[in-house]
């Protein structure tokens, strides 16, 4: 495991007056101004810092990272540094125990998958009936029995290091009737001793759980138990590095989830403070996580990721309207914290995330849409998927399944529909659509087109790049143009220097 990086900052070095766990490097220093080699992973101030220390500072430090403690007055550019980066305040009293206890959560490299239902197994002993809903879940019905019994399992198991923590997620459906446990045993690394077990109870499967391996490395068996009569669904399990309460994947970075279990992912960054708000919607991602960091961090605004994890690699950022109001929820509190109007917001993804810039850019009016591979026709992009590319992308079926319940021709133009309804109620008249995309696109062929031909307000401004090949040929060149368009409309709209920090 890579080691914790820390800055401290201040009179005292704290490596002379607390322990230190094993995973940490802290680097003391009493004046910084030159960017490390690698970057920290937390910083501390003890102390105010100078005014030229402030500029550097603001550079390295990610935001959720920064603690300070009374030593440090909050005025000026101090004050303007703790808000760009959300610093934290900590008690000297509680200084050496988040350095043993918490620094561990602060890791450079976030990880999270999911188990899908492909790779379930049902247990001998279960004797009902076994379905598939697309590819999207396991179905079971029947009886379960009396007592808890194992009902499926996941084939594969899943590495866990010493000292580590894992958050778990079961996604699942299931009768009233029927009852529903997780259980998780551990073994050690090349043997059949058991160095673990868990058992999570419904109750506590309606939350994220929490597991560590406080007896080193080894595999973990994951396996769910039923008892009762009626149909159980099985979706997935997520497995994520956890970051215990300070986020989910990246420090700051905040989880919701709908009545349905379904989740919604967001990370925002207040950059320097300044507009524009460059929201980033992930595109298809089967690693779960957040797209575009360092892309988006790169770029100096204010900025806003924005992730799902349902189906496989993600599900259009469509839902119900209590599933939508999540991401649209998130992006309207940002700007609102940042007092920022829709003139001064940028929507922008490359391919899946494309759709979801487009569709709540219709709720939202900003001042740019910056589309990679634009999706608008969700169940064309279906639809082709037995038509122009099998096998290429079996999710869209579970995306027009799940929203459609069907995968009929009239499912199809359905779900197209649903966008274009929305688009066309929409005036455009204050935004410009910056887009490349393939020319013999594989997956949506016709969505720059019939952007061209729906966009009828008055002021609205389109123009794209074409690039030659199918829609996965050329994601590098899509990527550069991208960029450049991000830079082009900072420099020329919100008079930006390209690259400014």
Same mark, same amino acid.
């Given at each position: 495991m890579d080691k914790i990086r820390i800055l401290q900052l201040g009179e005292r070095d704290w490596k002379e007056a607390f322990r230190l766990p094993g995973q940490v490097q802290m680097d003391h220093v009493d004046f910084f101004t030159e960017q490390p080699e690698q970057p920290y992973d937390l910083v501390f101030l003890d102390r105010t810092p100078r005014d030229e220390e402030i500029g550097p500072l603001h550079e390295a430090v990610k935001a959720y990272t920064l603690f300070v403690t009374e030593r440090v007055k909050l005025q000026g550019q101090t004050e303007w540094l703790c808000r760009c980066k959300k610093a934290?305040?900590?008690?000297?009293e509680r200084i050496s125990d988040f350095l043993l206890q918490e620094t561990r959560y602060y890791y450079a490299k976030p990880y999270g998958e999911k188990a899908g239902p492909g790779d379930l197994a049902v247990s001998r002993d279960f004797c009902g009936r076994v379905g598939w809903d697309g590819s999207r879940r396991l179905v079971l019905e029947g009886e379960f029995g009396e007592k808890f019994c194992q009902a499926a399992y996941w084939r594969y198991n899943s590495f866990i290091a010493g000292g580590q923590v894992l958050d778990l997620w079961l996604e699942y459906q299931k009768s009233p009737e029927v009852g529903i446990a997780l259980s998780v045993t551990q073994f050690a690394r090349g043997s059949r001793e058991i160095l673990g077990q868990w058992r999570f109870d419904e109750a506590e499967l309606e939350q994220v759980v929490r597991l560590e391996s406080r007896c080193g490395d080894g595999w973990l068996f994951f396996s769910v138990e039923a008892k009762g009569r009626g149909s159980l669904k099985l979706t997935g399990l997520h497995k994520r590095l956890s970051r215990g309460s300070h986020g989910h994947f990246l420090p700051g970075g905040r989880r919701q989830v709908s009545s349905a279990g379904e989740e919604?992912?967001?990370?925002?960054? +207040? $950059?320097?403070?300044?507009?524009? !708000?460059? /929201?980033?919607?992930?595109?298809?991602?089967? #690693? &779960?996580?957040?797209?575009?960091?360092?892309?988006?961090?790169?770029?100096?605004?204010?900025?806003?990721?924005?992730?799902?994890?349902?189906?496989?690699?993600?599900?259009?950022?469509?839902?119900?309207?209590?599933?939508?109001?999540?991401?649209?929820?998130?992006?309207?509190?940002?700007?609102?914290?940042?007092?920022?109007?829709?003139?001064?917001?940028?929507?922008?993804?490359?391919?899946?995330?494309?759709?979801?810039?487009?569709?709540?850019?219709?709720?939202?009016?900003?001042?740019?849409?910056?589309?990679?591979?634009?999706?608008?026709?969700?169940?064309?992009?279906?639809?082709?998927?037995?038509?122009?590319? +099998? $096998?290429?992308?079996?999710?869209? !079926?579970? /995306?027009?399944?799940?929203?459609?319940?069907? #995968? &009929?021709?009239?499912?199809?133009?359905?779900?197209?529909?649903?966008?274009?309804?929305?688009?066309?109620?929409?005036?455009?008249?204050?935004?410009?659509?910056?887009?490349?995309?393939?020319?013999?696109?594989?997956?949506?062929?016709?969505?720059?087109?019939?952007?061209?031909?729906?966009?009828?307000?008055?002021?609205?401004?389109?123009?794209?790049?074409?690039?030659?090949?199918?829609?996965?040929?050329?994601?590098?060149?899509?990527?550069?143009?991208?960029?450049?368009?991000?830079?082009?409309?900072?420099?020329?709209?919100?008079?930006?220097?390209?690259?400014?920090?």
């Open positions: 934290q305040y900590i008690a000297d919604a992912f967001s990370y925002f960054d +207040p $950059g320097d403070l300044r507009p524009p !708000l460059n /929201v980033y919607f992930s595109g298809y991602k089967t #690693l &779960e996580g957040f797209e575009g960091y360092y892309m988006m961090r790169g770029l100096g605004c204010p900025f806003l990721l924005l992730s799902e994890p349902r189906l496989t690699g993600g599900n259009f950022y469509l839902g119900s309207g209590e599933y939508e109001s999540l991401f649209a929820g998130v992006i309207r509190e940002c700007m609102e914290e940042l007092g920022f109007t829709e003139e001064q917001v940028i929507l922008s993804g490359l391919s899946m995330g494309t759709f979801g810039a487009l569709y709540y850019g219709c709720e939202l009016k900003p001042r740019a849409l910056i589309l990679g591979k634009p999706l608008a026709n969700i169940g064309t992009v279906a639809a082709h998927e037995k038509r122009l590319r +099998p $096998g290429g992308f079996p999710t869209s !079926l579970d /995306v027009l399944r799940y929203h459609c319940g069907s #995968l &009929e021709e009239e499912a199809v133009k359905r779900l197209d529909a649903r966008f274009w309804d929305r688009f066309d109620r929409t005036d455009w008249g204050n935004t410009k659509f910056i887009v490349s995309y393939m020319l013999e696109d594989d997956y949506d062929a016709e969505a720059y087109g019939m952007l061209l031909s729906h966009v009828r307000s008055g002021g609205a401004q389109v123009y794209g790049k074409g690039i030659h090949g199918r829609h996965n040929d050329n994601t590098p060149a899509i990527v550069n143009w991208f960029v450049s368009q991000y830079q082009k409309i900072l420099r020329e709209d919100f008079s930006r220097k390209t690259g400014q920090k």
